[in-house]
């Protein structure tokens, strides 16, 4: 079993920048794949960035390719969201995923904000 714990969010300028943090507790961290997940007002939650156990491998959803960033410290038990150049469309709810084989486990998300 992990815990996770997401923060970092917050109200941003449109073309400014954030970073999310997803802390993990509990069970082996490195032996989980770590995705970052959200849902905007009126949507359906949709994957934003997944990433592999070791950091080897990252997949992106077409909307943030080249803006965001999905990156992993083991060491630090803690998965981040580099989020550049955000537009009023990235606000949402961001959720922090961990999977292992069938089990996963959400954590409670944090609000970002992209206004004027």
């Known amino acids: 079993q992990v815990q996770l714990v997401e923060s970092g969010g917050g109200l941003v300028q449109p073309g400014g920048s954030l970073r999310l943090s997803c802390a993990a507790s509990?069970?082996?961290?490195?032996?989980?794949?770590m995705s970052w997940y959200r849902q905007g007002p009126g949507k359906e939650r949709e994957l934003v960035a997944a990433?592999?156990?070791?950091?080897?491998?990252?997949t992106y959803a077409d909307s943030v390719k080249g803006r965001f960033t999905i990156s992993r410290d083991n060491a630090k038990k803690t998965v981040y969201l580099q989020m550049n150049n955000l537009k009023s469309e990235d606000t949402a709810v961001y959720y922090c995923?961990?999977?292992?084989?069938?089990?996963?486990?959400w954590g409670q998300g944090t609000q970002v904000t992209v206004s004027s």
């Open positions: 995923k961990a999977v292992r084989n069938f089990d996963y486990y």
């Open positions: 509990g069970s082996t961290f490195s032996s989980y794949f």
């Open positions: 990433i592999t156990t070791n950091g080897a491998i990252t």
